[in-house]
């Protein structure tokens, strides 16, 4: 192996386990690795910034824009204040409305904006009925990763997918991923509800002053509503017609964030940008960076070259290696590094005898998205939940989410792959 390849598999895994140990923050080492590529000659700077996927960067802005507007009415609060109502103050059924809640929201919003909505107002409910907060919290995680796994947009790694293969639109994340979450949802709404049920129990009084909450008050701007979901509307019809219109989703994403903006007060364009995840954002930069090192030095061409060679370029079977690789490793690794190195390699994989690339791509949707339920460290949106509830003097240990998480990944995974077999290979 040639030393360039070596300066890149060393920079790339010095930086990835960096990002393990989170000693310190993940986008610092992440533009750290990707510029030491550009200075020791891994790569040059055009080719990295050829290497920088802009389409899922401005996707991710462009949803944050719209999503933190609409959050200043109120919506998403009284959203999940009515549901509470709906199941009568009780807390198991508020568990389910609030995971249900979770799931869909991580379809049409993205998993890491949903869980930023819902655990303030988690918290709001489980202080209400003076119930331990995180069953809920866990089964929010847990849901954020399944319904996320849905969209084109509820989950990063199916951005980066999506912009990497432009067949693979809006619609296409739906009618080949949504019936597998629909499925799963439905498996582990009464696992998660034999689990916690003995550990969230209330009184009626308090059930009672549940239920006389005016909802209705929580909603503070209702022009600034009518506004937010007019252009939310048309930014998801606008998702569904891209291919039609000839748009990428960044370019929809974007026009909804600014006639939004164009169409409130000027003050809310810096609010928003504010509220815009910016080290999310040089995250994702520094990794494709980092990638850009392997691709252009010929390692993600031998890596997908080993994968052919194991499975024989078989597409059940690499499709199923795909499958549970992504799961295991997105578990234990952030799922976004991950999926950023696999899709160059099952790129490569088709010049080497694999025709049918569409169910690998699914595999490693499914992969990435659900197999962040392992364990803590398995997504963005659990560290984001670890990281709130701490602050509220919940904590969630990392031994004790696995003990949920790694079952219900494991049991969310082995549906998938029976979904996999059945769907393209039977």
């Known amino acids: 192996m040639e030393q360039q390849a070596i300066l890149a598999i060393g920079i790339f895994s010095l930086t990835y386990g960096m990002i393990i140990t989170e000693k310190i923050h993940r986008t610092i080492v992440a533009m750290i690795g ?6 020791l000659g891994v790569v040059d700077q055009g080719s990295a910034l050829h290497h920088i996927d802009f389409n899922t960067l401005g996707l991710l802005i462009g949803m944050m824009i719209i999503v933190s507007i609409t959050a200043e009415t109120g919506l998403f609060t009284y959203i999940a204040l009515l549901a509470a109502k709906k199941a009568k103050g009780d807390p198991v059924r508020i568990l389910i409305s609030l995971v249900l809640l979770t799931a869909i929201g991580s379809a049409f919003l993205d998993n890491v904006t949903t ?5 303030p107002v988690t918290f709001s409910i489980t202080r209400q009925l003076r119930v331990n907060p995180v069953p809920y919290l866990i089964t929010q995680i847990l849901a954020s990763n399944i319904g996320g796994t849905a969209t084109l947009i509820g989950d990063p790694p199916n951005i980066m997918i999506g912009s990497a293969v432009k067949e693979l639109t809006f619609m296409a994340f739906i009618t080949n991923l949504a ?3 629909v499925i799963i949802m439905a498996v582990t709404i009464p696992i998660f ?4 049920r003995k550990h969230i129990q209330t009184t009626p009084e308090l059930k009672m002053s549940m239920m006389q909450i005016d909802e209705k008050k929580v909603i503070t701007d209702r022009k600034l509503l009518t506004k937010s979901l007019s252009i939310l ?5 606008g998702f569904f017609l891209h291919q039609l219109l000839h748009l990428e989703s960044a370019t929809v994403a974007l026009a909804g964030a600014f006639l939004l903006l164009l169409l409130t007060e000027e003050h809310s364009m810096e609010k928003a940008f504010n509220k815009v995840e910016w080290s999310t954002i040089f995250f994702f930069v520094g990794l494709f960076i980092l990638v850009s090192g392997l691709v252009e030095t010929g390692v993600i061409s031998k890596l997908a070259a080993g994968a052919v060679e194991l499975t024989g370029g078989n597409p059940i079977a690499t499709s199923m290696l795909i499958l549970w690789l992504s799961a295991i490793a997105s578990a234990f690794l952030d799922n976004i590094p991950f999926v950023a190195t696999m899709i160059p390699m099952i790129q490569e994989m088709g010049s080497m005898g694999v025709e049918n690339l569409e ?4 595999s490693l949707a499914l992969g990435a998205c659900l197999g962040g339920n392992g364990t803590l460290i398995g997504a963005s949106a659990n560290l984001i939940v670890a990281g709130m509830a701490a602050k509220e003097g919940h904590p969630i240990k ?3 989410f696995m003990k949920y998480g790694f079952p219900i990944m494991l049991v969310s995974v082995g549906l998938a792959n029976i979904y996999m077999y059945v769907r393209y290979f039977m």
């Open 115 to 119: 869980v930023l909505l819902m655990v």
């Open 34 to 39: 990707g510029v030491l590529m550009v200075v």
């Open 233 to 237: 509307a048309l930014t998801i019809i």
């Open 359 to 362: 169910p690998l791509w699914w």
């Open 193 to 196: 509800v034999i689990i916690f």
């Open 398 to 400: 990392f031994i004790a």
């Open 179 to 181: 019936p597998v979450v």
